[in-house]
């Protein structure tokens, strides 16, 4: 299961300046538009089962407006530039834009744009984490490598804990829109109670995402990156963006809820 990909746009928000020239080139080199756009869709198709399974699909014209607003690709953008601008130092930076700013670097995030886009079909969702668990049984260096990857990276545990607290998010939305009584401690434990779930679902998505994304790289590219993972510019970049995603979605994910519920009670009117 992706993270949810949320994004909430905060009316009258200050824009950051951009003024650091390579955070910019990082993130064009990291195709972080291309991404962000990427996210919109996924998140104006969860925002259509937010709409069927608790506003009865009966989510009109407010909503919609409501949902695209809150998919602003533009304010995902700036949320990461923020990230990455207190996250990364200046050999931080300098490293990470050596690797991406290369032919490697390059084709590397058009695999993950691409995976990203195709995963949009739960189809190929299914019949990637299935592809990934055959190949591991197999031994296969592609889907070993991946397997090193996301466990350098920690995506797992973070994906997972961006989820829980954006579900919380969500649920404190709800509760102060005054759709749901329930109070922090009790979403708190509705929340926990998700946590093996989300964790089982969130394993095979990632695994099939990356497997997608990088079983077209030859096996020297895949263990380059690998090794950038665990370098020091790696592991900032890793922390610098799970963090802006996590601002990201937390806000958004709160603000779902408040339109959820204002939604709501619209329809019982």
């Not at 989300?198 to 990632?206: F, G, P, Q, V």
């Not at 590219?221 to 922390?239: I, K, M, T, W």
Request: hydrophobic share 50%; aromatic share 8%; net charge negative.
């Amino acid at each position: 299961m992706r993270v949810l990909a949320l994004v909430i746009v905060l009316c009258g928000a200050a824009m950051p300046a951009w003024a650091d020239a390579r955070i910019t080139v990082l993130m064009d080199a990291m195709r972080i538009p291309e991404l962000t756009d990427v996210i919109r869709l996924e998140g104006l198709q969860d925002a259509e089962g937010l709409n069927a399974d608790m506003l009865a699909g009966q989510g009109g014209a407010l909503w919609h407006n409501q949902v695209e607003r809150l998919y602003d690709p533009s304010r995902m953008q700036d949320l990461l530039y923020l990230a990455l601008q207190q996250g990364l130092d200046d050999a931080a930076l300098d490293g990470c834009v050596a690797f991406f700013d290369t032919q490697r670097g390059q084709t590397i995030t058009e695999l993950e744009i691409a995976a990203r886009k195709a995963m949009l079909d739960e189809a190929v969702q299914d019949a990637a984490a299935e592809t990934y668990r055959e190949l591991s049984k197999d031994k296969d260096p592609h889907a070993g490598l991946v397997a090193a990857f996301v466990e350098a990276n920690d995506l797992l545990e973070l994906n997972v804990a961006i989820t829980m607290s954006s579900s919380f998010q969500f649920y404190q939305g709800l509760a102060d829109g005054r759709l749901l009584e329930m109070s922090e401690s009790d979403i708190l434990k509705d929340v926990w109670a998700s946590e093996n779930r989300l964790r089982e679902e969130s394993k095979d998505w990632i695994n099939g995402y990356f497997l997608l994304a990088y079983q077209p790289l030859d096996l020297p590219d895949l263990e380059a990156y690998l090794a950038f993972s665990r370098s020091p510019a790696g592991v900032a970049l890793n922390a610098a963006l799970f963090a802006g995603y996590e601002d990201v979605f937390r806000e958004v994910a709160y603000g779902l809820g408040r339109a959820v519920a204002l939604n709501a009670s619209g329809n019982d009117i």
